[in-house]
C-alpha cells in the first residue's frame, strides 16, 4: 500500500535512513509490518533555532516501490533533412538539441568556444596568469556560463515548461536523484563538466552535430528570413544556410548585439542589475541562520545540514537592492570575456564545502538610468555594464585582480588598510569601491548592507568584504519574439532564446526555453 505523507522532523532524523523509517512507523501509528520510504521533497526550516525538515515522503507499506526507470524517446536523425541550426551551446542550446531529437528533427550546434575539458585551460590561464580568452573562459564554451559557474536548478518559472523534465533530463544524463527531491537543487561546478559531456554525447549518437570553435559573425536576409547564417573558425568563414535557426548564445555575446543593431534588426534595451559580490565566512553564515551562539554549536549542526544560504532584498526609495546567485561553500570567480574587463561571479562545489560564502549584491538599474548613454541607442545598457567594467579593470591595477574592499569599511566610507583571504584566485586590490561603483549604485548598495545588517544580526562586518563587480546578472538587451510563436518579429525563421534574448534567467529556465523553441520550429516549419 502505498500513502503520502508530509512530515517535520529534526535534521538527525531527517538524513537517517533508519531513523525515518521509524518516524514514519510513529507517524502512521504501524506495526511491525515491512516500511520502504522514498523522499519526494524536502526543505529545511531554519527560521527558529530548533531547525526543522520538511518531508514529503512516498511511503509503501508491506510493498517495495517500483523503480522508475527514467527514459527518453531520442530519434536517429543523422539522415534527416529537417534541420535546426542552434548557435550557443549553453542549457537553452544543448536542451533545445535534445528536444529536436526527440521531434526527429536534426540539430545543428555553433559553439564558439572549447568543448567543456579544453576550456579548463583557459579558466586557469585566467585565474594564474590573467590571460582572457575572449572566446574560451567562464562565460563561453561548452555548457555555457552554469558549467563553471555553479549549477543551481532552481527556478519559480514552472508555467514556461516542466521543470521535472528538465531535472529527470540531467539525472538521465547522470546527476544525482537528490536533485529531485531537494526544494533547491544544485550539481555542483565540479561534476557539471561530466554531465555535459554526457549530453553532447547523446546528441552526437542520435545523429546531431555540435561543432566546437565556431563563432556566427554574420548573417544575410531574404524575404523576411534569415538567408544564411557566416560561421568563423579557425580554417576561416563558411556559409551555411538556414531553414530554422535558435538564437542561444548567452547574457555576454555582445558582438551578436552589435550585429543585429548594425543590421537593424529590431533589439531592445532592457532593465538589469549590477553591483558587488560579497564574501563572508561560511562559519559565520551558518552561525547566523542556523542559530548558532558558539563554533562547536555550528559543527554540531553542520554535521547533518548543508552550508546555509541566504536571501535578501530591500527597497531603497524607487531601486530594490538584493542577493544574486548565492553560493554557500563557494568560490568567486573572474568573468570577463574580453580585455580591460573586470567581472566577478561565484560557484560551489557539490559538497559546498569551501570555507567562504559568496552572494551577488546588486541594485536593480531602470532604463531611466541608461540615460547618459543614449547615444548607444538600444545599447545604452550594454555601454554602462562596459564602462564598470573597465572601472574595475582600471581599479584592480589593469590585470585580473580586483578592486575589493573590506563591507563594514565600505559602508563607513573608509578605505580598508588589509583585506581578509578571499577565494578570488587572481587577488584583491583595495580601493575606494564608492569611487568606483559612482553615486548610484555605491550609495544604494551601502543603505542596502545597512538594512541587511539589520535582518542578519552580525552579517555587516569587517570579516567579510565586496569585490567588484558583479555586472553579467543578466543581459542588458532583449532581442524581442512574437509570444505565440517565439519568432522574431522580423525575422520569420529566428527564434531568439534563452538568458542572451532576454526570456531565461538561470540553467533550468532556459533549458526549458530551449525546448519551447524547438518545440515551435516543428509546428511552425516542418507540421505541415
Known amino acids: 500500500m502505498l500513502q503520502k505523507i508530509q512530515i517535520q522532523v529534526s535534521p538527525t532524523i531527517a538524513f537517517n535512513e533508519q531513523l525515518l523509517k521509524e518516524e514514519v512507523k510513529q507517524f502512521l501509528s504501524l506495526g511491525d509490518q515491512a516500511l520502504f520510504v522514498k523522499p519526494v521533497r524536502r526543505s529545511i526550516d531554519a527560521r527558529n533555532r530548533n531547525i526543522k525538515v520538511n518531508l514529503t515522503l512516498h511511503v509503501f507499506v508491506d510493498e517495495q516501490p517500483s523503480t522508475d526507470e527514467i527514459t527518453f524517446d531520442y530519434k536517429d536523425v543523422s539522415k534527416r533533412k529537417n534541420t535546426c541550426h542552434i548557435i550557443g551551446a549553453g542549457p537553452a542550446g544543448l536542451f533545445a538539441a535534445l528536444r529536436c531529437l526527440e521531434l526527429n528533427i536534426k540539430p545543428i550546434i555553433f559553439e564558439r568556444g572549447k568543448n567543456v575539458k579544453d576550456r579548463r585551460r583557459d579558466l586557469a590561464a585566467i585565474n594564474k596568469d590573467h590571460l582572457v580568452n575572449p572566446e574560451s573562459n567562464y562565460c563561453f564554451g561548452e555548457g555555457g556560463a552554469g558549467t563553471y559557474s555553479d549549477g543551481k536548478l532552481y527556478t519559480r518559472s514552472s508555467k514556461r515548461g516542466s521543470i521535472e523534465k528538465i531535472l529527470n533530463t540531467f539525472v538521465y544524463h547522470g546527476a544525482s536523484s537528490e536533485i529531485l527531491v531537494d526544494a533547491h537543487p544544485h550539481i555542483g561546478t565540479n561534476k557539471l563538466p561530466q554531465l555535459i559531456e554526457n549530453i553532447r554525447e547523446t546528441i552526437l549518437k542520435f545523429g546531431g552535430e555540435i561543432h566546437f570553435n ?315
Not at 523576411?224 to 538556414?242: C, Q, R, S
Not at 547533518?304 to 531601486?319: D, E, H, M, T, W
Not at 553560493?327 to 568573468?335: L, N
Open 214 to 528: 565556431s563563432k556566427m559573425v554574420d548573417l544575410t536576409i531574404e524575404n523576411g528570413a534569415i538567408k544564411e547564417i557566416y560561421v568563423e573558425t579557425e580554417k576561416g568563414k563558411t556559409e551555411f544556410p538556414i531553414q530554422s535557426l535558435i538564437l542561444a548564445t548567452g547574457h555576454s555575446a555582445r558582438d551578436i548585439y552589435e550585429l543585429f543593431d548594425s543590421k537593424k534588426i529590431l533589439i531592445e534595451a532592457k532593465p538589469f542589475a549590477m553591483g558587488v559580490r560579497v564574501e563572508h565566512p561560511q562559519e559565520l553564515i551558518d552561525s547566523i541562520q542556523y542559530h548558532c551562539s558558539s563554533t562547536n554549536e555550528v559543527n554540531e549542526k553542520r554535521e547533518y545540514l548543508p552550508a546555509s544560504s541566504y536571501s535578501l532584498v530591500n527597497q531603497i526609495g524607487a531601486y530594490g537592492v538584493y542577493s544574486f546567485c548565492m553560493c554557500p561553500g563557494g568560490i568567486i570567480a573572474p568573468c570577463a570575456t574580453g580585455p580591460e574587463q573586470v567581472v566577478t561571479n561565484g560557484w560551489s562545489p557539490s559538497k559546498r564545502n569551501n570555507p567562504y560564502a559568496n552572494s551577488g549584491i546588486v541594485l536593480g538599474l531602470t532604463l531611466n538610468d541608461f540615460k547618459p548613454y543614449a547615444k548607444h541607442g538600444e545599447l545604452s545598457g550594454l555601454a554602462f555594464q562596459k564602462e564598470l567594467e573597465k572601472s574595475a579593470w582600471f581599479a584592480g591595477g589593469k590585470t585580473q585582480t580586483a578592486p575589493a574592499q573590506r563591507l563594514q569599511d565600505f559602508v563607513n566610507g573608509k578605505l580598508s588598510t588589509s583585506l581578509p583571504d578571499c577565494s578570488y584566485q587572481p587577488g584583491l586590490r583595495s580601493v575606494d569601491m564608492m569611487s568606483m561603483l559612482g553615486n548610484l549604485i555605491g550609495k544604494n548598495l551601502q543603505q542596502g548592507f545597512k538594512e541587511f545588517g539589520k535582518k542578519m544580526r552580525g552579517y555587516l562586518t569587517n570579516e567579510a568584504l565586496i569585490v567588484g563587480v558583479e555586472s553579467r546578472t543578466s543581459t542588458p538587451v532583449r532581442i524581442p519574439r512574437d509570444n505565440e510563436t517565439l519568432q522574431h518579429p522580423q525575422l520569420k525563421n529566428l527564434f531568439p532564446c534563452g538568458e542572451g534574448a532576454g526570456y531565461a534567467g538561470g540553467i533550468v529556465s532556459a533549458a526549458m526555453d530551449g525546448e519551447r523553441c524547438a518545440d515551435k520550429v516543428l509546428e511552425l516549419n516542418y507540421k505541415k
